[in-house]
């Protein structure tokens, strides 16, 4: 699966960002997480295509919101009140199988897309 994203880039504390991705086949599964400059891999949201299960991580929670467009295969990642410490690359992540915070559980991963947060 090819993922597309875009979406990043430099705004300021409290604003709002929006990501989006484009997978080229349908999956059971997208979701994003983010990398932080020497640090591992951080789960942000997932969603499954049917049902609508969705999660998000605890630093997230209550400001992100992830949702989907069928018709274009997309994920989106609505980013609101925005911190410094969102600064991050963004991956955009597919699976076979449904949502999971582990990142070894997504085997399609986007090239990223960097999204800088400043005071």
């Known amino acids: 699966v090819q993922l597309q994203a875009s979406g990043g880039g430099l705004v300021q504390a409290g604003d709002s960002l929006r990501l989006s991705c484009a997978a080229s086949?349908?999956?059971?599964?997208m979701g994003w997480f983010r990398r932080k400059t020497g640090s591992e891999p951080e789960f942000v949201a997932g969603v499954n295509w049917q049902g609508g299960s969705e999660g998000y991580g605890d630093n997230v929670k209550g400001r992100f919101a992830i949702s989907l467009d069928n018709a274009k295969n997309t994920v989106y990642l609505q980013m609101n009140s925005l911190k410094t410490e969102d600064t991050a690359v963004y991956y955009c992540?597919?699976?076979?199988?449904?949502?999971?915070?582990?990142?070894?559980?997504?085997?399609?991963w986007g090239r990223g897309t960097q999204v800088t947060v400043s005071s």
């Open positions: 992540v597919a699976s076979n199988s449904g949502w999971s915070i582990l990142p070894h559980s997504f085997n399609s």
């Open positions: 086949e349908p999956t059971v599964s």
